[in-house]
């Protein structure tokens, strides 16, 4: 799967940028489902890797499935990707759409 560099707006704020190295697109799809379409910028993309869909998948339930049933409404990685047998988005190209408003950069 692809990765990708890019610095995530908190809550959508200006003033609150943090900078995440190595996200995946799934990653990128779940910061956006928490913080907002428009909270993901600058996005570069990075490497390539093998990383197994499994792996991935367990790695950001336990990062932000808490996060994720707290929103309202709730919701979880079933819901953002499928069932588990699913595979991730392998780019972004292969996510859920953002907004139609969405003006961040994503290099091709």
Sequence with gaps: MKRYDAAVRLSGKTHHEVAKAGL??????ILRTLHGDDAVVRIRERTNDKSP????????????G???SRLNPPTSMNVLFGPE???????????????EDEADEVAA
């Design 85 to 99: 047998h699913v595979k991730l988005p392998i780019g972004l190209s292969d996510a859920p759409e953002p907004a």
């Design 53 to 64: 869909h499994g792996e991935e998948r367990a790695k950001l339930h336990q990062r932000y």
């Design 66 to 68: 808490l996060a994720l």
């Design 24 to 29: 995946s697109a799934a990653e990128i799809t």
